[in-house]
Each structure stands twice: as structure tokens, then as C-alpha cells.
């Protein structure tokens, strides 16, 4: 038998450096005669990852599929070997097929109503009560996640306002848990948050709005919360262009002006929270080390924010670190990334399915 070798302090149990084994793309925890050593020394981080993200979008909408693998492999450079898609226009099943690029758990489309998202984005459903049945499709289309829009700005208002009321919400997430999916829901603002966490939604995107209220509703349910950060810097510029709408503008400035406070809160309360980039559109792949950095912003010490955007991340979707067995995705670096979270930035070898590609 023949496989590859690994010698360094392993995360998150730190310690003694100690060694590991790679068989078939697998770990090993106990020697394998006549491997191949890759590595010695430094630090072995289970592959990161960006658990909001969005291959196959562009900042000008759809791209193409050699765009979208561009896009993969981006994120993959920078040491994210785990994507949690939040909705994409493109059907990225090709790119699963792919033994170079990053795993990717697909939520289909993003379910929203006319005119309430961006255009061509989403499936806009013409009548709310129809939702169920978009969320059925979705889940079939999708690998366990389905993505609700739950707010946007309703032009008769001029402000961000909810899409769906409980009693939808409520019948839509039942048919997802019962075909084995988990729900999560784009949310700006306050308003629609209460509907969405009662109806038992498994995650929330962004989370600017939340109050003392609904912090607390998730830390009970531990209800997941991706805040997005970076991104949360463009409300400015997006308040900016939206001058026809001066109670959306002032609502979206005064989400970003608390939002340090608002994710300290959720941190502080015990809400599950994990790295997201939001990656397509607006912001740039491979940025999932800003995003790290910007959680100890918010109150998570260097150790958590790496491992919300890796081991911790890693066991909320269902794929285990580096124990016997897991798949052999490994990021190593020289130093110990929790000293110096720059330190991300330069990985000494990224290791996908066993393969090994820098």
C-alpha cells in the first residue's frame, strides 16, 4: 500500500506535532509502510471553509461555467477547500465532478417574489403560498440547503420589508426538514427575522437587524448566523445609489453603523457563527482570510474565528477534520495561523482529496 505522509501540529488539538497518513484521498491515523513524505513541520489546518459563497456569479449576473471555475479556483488558492453555495443562477454540477476544485454543497436558487431581489437571479414565485412546493423543487435541485430571500427593499415603501409571512415560512421549512434540508434566509433588516426563526429556520445570512429579541431566539435554538462582514461594508455605497428610496438609505446606514455591536452580541450570547465571504457579485473570491480577520472584529478570539471558518465549520455541514477516516483536505503553514491570522495568507501546501496542488 502505498500513500503520502504528513508530519506537523495538527488543529484544532494543537499540542505535539505528530503524523498522519493520506490513503485514497482518506486520513490515516496509523502508519502506512512506503509513504511518501510531503511535509514535515508547521501547522496542519482542516481545509477551510467559505460557508457563504457564490460560484457562478458575477457582478454582472450569470457567468460561464470556465468563469465559475476560475472562481473555484480562487477560493481553493487562498485555502478554501469547503463551499457552502448560497444560491447561484449557474447549475454548478459540473464543477462537483471536478477533483481540483473545492467540495461545493449546493442550495439551488434563491426563492424570492417579483421585484423583490435582483433581477435573474432568483426564482421569483408569483404567489406567496406557493412556496412550499419552490422550496420541494429547490431541495431536489440543491445538496441539503435551500436559500430564501427574506428581505429586500419593497418599492411601494421605499424600505426593506419582509417576503413571507409565518404561516408560509412555517409550511415551507417543515417540507424541507422532512425531505432532509436545512433553510437559510438572505435578512438585512429587523422586521423579518421573528416569522423566520419561529418557523425554524436552520441559518440566517447577514443578520444586521437582530436585536436583543431574536440574538436570543437563535442562541436558544442555536440557529446559525453567517454575518458576511465584509460585505456589510458596501451598505454605505449601496445606501449611496439608492436615492429615490431616503427611509431605505437611512435604514441601511444605520444597519451598518451597528452592526460591529449587533454580531458582538450574538458572539457574546453563544450564537453559532461561521465565515462567510458572500463571494460573487460584489465581493471577490478568495478573500476567506478578510473574513477570518474580520470576526476577532466581533468579538471571537483568533482560535474561534479560524475554526468558524474551518474545523467548527467543517462538523456543522457534516464533514469531519482530520481524524480517521475524513477526507484528506489539509491546508498546512509554517506558523500557527491562531498567533497571527496573516500568517493564512501564505499556506505552504493545500492538499484536496489527497492531491496536492501548491
Known amino acids: 500500500m502505498t500513500g503520502l505522509h504528513l508530519r506537523g501540529v495538527v488543529l484544532p488539538e494543537g499540542g505535539d506535532p505528530r503524523d498522519i497518513w493520506v490513503v485514497n484521498g482518506r486520513i490515516r491515523t496509523r502508519p502506512v509502510p512506503g509513504a511518501t513524505t510531503v511535509s514535515t513541520g508547521g501547522y496542519l489546518v482542516p481545509g477551510l471553509v467559505d460557508a457563504h459563497c457564490h460560484v457562478g456569479l458575477g457582478a454582472h449576473g450569470t457567468v460561464d461555467l470556465p468563469e465559475a471555475v476560475d472562481q473555484a479556483l480562487t477560493d481553493r488558492d487562498a485555502g478554501t477547500l469547503l463551499i457552502r453555495d448560497c444560491g447561484s443562477p449557474l447549475d454548478t454540477r459540473p464543477l462537483q465532478e471536478r477533483l481540483d476544485l473545492p467540495r461545493i454543497i449546493r442550495a439551488g436558487r434563491h426563492l424570492a417574489r417579483p421585484k423583490r431581489y435582483i433581477r435573474y437571479l432568483g426564482v421569483e414565485i408569483e404567489d406567496p403560498a406557493d412556496l412550499p412546493s419552490a422550496v420541494a423543487e429547490q431541495v431536489a435541485e440543491g445538496d441539503g440547503w435551500v436559500k430564501l430571500v427574506g428581505d429586500w427593499i419593497d418599492r411601494e415603501t421605499g424600505d426593506l420589508a419582509p417576503l413571507w409571512t409565518e404561516d408560509v415560512l412555517t409550511e ?56 458576511t462582514l465584509i460585505n456589510i461594508e458596501n ?10 428610496y431616503p427611509s431605505y438609505q437611512s435604514h441601511m446606514r444605520h444597519l451598518h453603523a451597528r452592526n460591529t455591536e449587533t454580531i458582538a452580541k450574538a458572539v457574546e450570547a453563544g ?32 482560535d474561534q474565528a479560524l475554526g468558524a471558518a474551518s474545523w467548527a465549520a467543517r462538523e456543522w455541514l457534516g464533514f469531519p477534520s482530520l481524524t480517521e477516516g475524513a477526507a484528506a483536505d489539509i491546508v498546512v503553514y509554517d506558523e500557527d495561523p491562531r498567533a497571527d491570522l496573516d500568517t493564512l495568507r501564505h499556506p505552504k501546501l493545500v492538499m484536496l482529496r489527497g492531491r496536492i496542488h501548491g
Open 235 to 244: 451598505f454605505p455605497s449601496i445606501a449611496a445609489g439608492a436615492e429615490r
Open 172 to 227: 415551507a421549512i417543515k417540507v424541507a426538514h422532512e425531505n432532509k434540508a436545512r433553510v437559510t434566509a438572505h435578512v438585512f433588516g429587523e422586521e423579518a427575522l421573528p416569522a423566520l426563526l419561529n418557523a425554524g429556520i436552520d441559518c440566517i445570512e447577514h443578520g444586521t437587524g437582530l436585536t436583543d429579541e431574536t440574538i436570543d431566539h437563535m442562541a436558544r435554538n442555536q440557529t446559525a448566523l453567517v454575518p
Open 271 to 302: 450564537v453559532p457563527v461561521f465565515a462567510g465571504t458572500d463571494a460573487g457579485g460584489g465581493i471577490e473570491h478568495g478573500r476567506i482570510v478578510d473574513e477570518i480577520q474580520a470576526l476577532t472584529q466581533v468579538g471571537m478570539t483568533p
